[in-house]
């Protein structure tokens, strides 16, 4: 059962940028796809980005395309998400996850805790 440690939140301004990290034990990270989600106050999850296990292919929505950057270190069992210009609708919970199946994007399981990002205007 793979355990999920996310950190690198923080109180920011309108503008400012953040690197998410997320390092996985316990699992099979190399082999696995990876994600982040978000979830705001009074919001479901929801889903920002995935990478395939080599990292050769990346998957961003709609919301995430343009400032956010998913990238992964397996020597060191860590998927990051980089978020430029910060703004005060990406306040939320951030939170990775492991991916599993043949889908693109695959579906996902086993949530870390998550690391919370507050942007003030």
């Known amino acids: 059962q793979v355990h999920l440690v996310e950190s690198g939140g923080g109180l920011v301004q309108a503008g400012d ?26 919001k479901e999850r929801e889903f920002v980005a995935a990478i395939s296990w ?40 951030y939170s990775c996850a492991q991916g599993y199946g043949r889908t693109w994007p695959p579906n996902f ?4 805790q998550g690391t919370q990002v507050t942007v003030s205007s």
């Open 17 to 42: 940028s953040l690197r998410l990290s997320c390092v996985a034990s316990g699992g099979t990270f190399n082999l696995a796809s990876m994600g982040w989600f978000r979830q705001a106050p009074e």
């Open 54 to 93: 080599s990292g050769t292919m990346t998957y961003y929505t709609d919301s995430a395309r343009g400032r956010f950057t998913i990238s992964r270190d397996n020597a060191k069992s860590t998927v990051y998400l980089q978020i430029n210009n910060l703004k005060f609708e990406d306040t939320a919970v």
């Open 109 to 112: 399981s086993s949530w870390g």
